[in-house]
């Protein structure tokens, strides 16, 4: 599912079953309700260049990122799960990620904030309640970015 310059409000995607990025938004600004992915060969959900409301989503069996966020977005996230991945959340490249509430199982890495593309800046991630089980590394941060307890 693609979404491309949208402007609103989603109440809910259900995706079960995607070869790449199950859920991919762009220029956007919108508030989803509910998310719930299941069994993507990438990404579980991917957000770039733009603002974007979620207020839950559910999160399984991501074959790389369980949530995406890029270029320069405003993800603003009231509570996630993301259980098997190998990062829970990933915010890069001059993105602003605020996690009031994240819990992660069976990942490699629950947060990440880096730069990953020359023409921007680091990533800043603000978490609050953060529960991590089973994982590898907690957290990953370059020297660009940062991760903040809230």
Do not use: M, P, W
């Not at 409000?9 to 299941?38: C, M, P, R, Y």
């Not at 990122?65 to 977005?73: D, W, Y």
């Not at 605020?98 to 990533?123: N, P």
């Amino acid at each position: 599912v693609n979404f491309i310059n949208v402007t609103g409000e989603v109440e809910k995607i259900n995706i079960d079953g995607s070869l790449s990025d199950a859920l991919d938004v762009d220029f956007s600004n919108i508030k989803i309700k509910n998310i719930q992915v299941k069994n993507a060969g990438n990404d579980c959900s991917d957000f770039s260049y733009g603002q974007y409301y979620l207020i839950n989503l559910e999160l399984h069996n991501c074959g790389d990122k369980a949530l995406s966020i890029g270029e320069k977005s405003f993800v603003e996230l009231n509570s996630i799960q993301a259980k098997n991945a190998v990062t829970g959340v990933a915010s890069k490249d001059s993105s602003v990620t605020i996690l009031k509430e994240s819990f992660f199982q069976d990942v490699k890495t629950c947060i990440s904030a880096y730069k990953k593309k020359q023409e921007f800046d680091g990533s800043i991630v603000k978490i609050g309640d953060f529960v991590c089980n089973n994982f590898q590394k907690k957290l990953s941060i370059d020297s660009r970015s940062k991760i903040l307890k809230s």
